[in-house]
């Protein structure tokens, strides 16, 4: 069965970097379009970056300049590397994977940044 793994939360302060990391089994992350999402507290779930099959990755304009989605096919694992991080950044981060029309979720890591 699929099984996205999250990692890489943290508390930092506002201008740091993290990296998350999402650790999938069940599915190859390079045959699929590989999402984060994020969701802060009073909030709905939304969606931050993705990363085809072919590698075309998008972003939320709230994150663009700021993130960078990849991918490592040897780890079958998706990141996330986070730059210039601001209190608004503030949320459960989760990584996603649809198919066949399941949506397929890890159990989220938390990023915390203060002002």
């Known amino acids: 069965q699929v099984q996205l793994v999250e990692s890489g939360g943290g508390l930092v302060q506002a201008g740091g970097s993290l990296r998350l990391s999402c650790a999938a089994s069940?599915?190859?992350?390079?045959?699929?379009?590989m999402n984060w999402y994020r969701q802060a507290p009073g909030k709905q779930r939304e969606l931050v970056a993705g990363?085809?099959?072919?590698?075309?990755?998008n972003y939320a304009d709230s994150v663009k300049g700021r993130f960078t989605i990849s991918r490592d096919d040897a780890e079958n694992t998706v990141y996330l590397q986070m730059n210039s991080l601001k209190p608004e950044d503030t949320a459960v981060y989760y990584c996603?994977?649809?198919?066949?029309?399941?949506?397929?979720w890890g159990q989220g890591t938390r990023v915390t940044v203060s002002s």
């Open positions: 069940g599915i190859l992350v390079k045959a699929n379009v």
């Open positions: 990363i085809s099959s072919g590698g075309i990755t």
């Open positions: 996603n994977v649809v198919r066949f029309n399941t949506y397929y």
